[in-house]
């Protein structure tokens, strides 16, 4: 059994060995991620603003809006999409930090495409 120091080292030095590829995953990642909830969030801000009828909306009343029950079902459904993207970000970065069967380590791509296909 590894001591918490060795296993620190181990985990150390295998973020040390994979690090361009565990970046490029989460740039890859982190595009993916604006690009899927940018539209979401636009969609949920000009609907706010057609809410109100008010050309600009204030702290106040996004934080009205977040007190409705409307406001509280688009705060679960981001808080959950926001969690689940960060559960798979994570399955991404352990396929790209672990060998495989063979002993061969994934790309950056190549594991987005097995995280999302």
Do not use: C, K
């Not at 969609?43 to 204030?58: Q, Y």
């Not at 009205?64 to 808080?79: D, E, I, K, R």
């Not at 999409?81 to 970065?93: D, P, R, S």
């Amino acid at each position: 059994m590894w001591s918490t120091l060795e296993l620190g080292r181990s985990v150390w030095d295998g973020i040390r060995y994979h690090r361009r590829p565990l970046l490029a995953f989460h740039i890859y990642f982190s595009i993916l991620l604006v690009t899927t909830l940018a539209p979401a969030a636009a969609w949920l801000l000009g609907g706010l603003i057609s809410l109100t009828g008010e050309p600009m909306i204030g702290n106040e009343d996004l934080i009205a809006f977040l007190l409705t029950p409307q406001g509280m079902a688009w705060l679960l459904l981001f808080g959950a999409l926001g969690a689940g993207f960060l559960y798979v970000e994570h399955a991404g970065m352990m396929l790209v930090a672990t060998p495989d069967a063979s002993g061969r380590y994934a790309t950056a791509i190549t594991s987005v495409w097995r995280i999302l296909f």
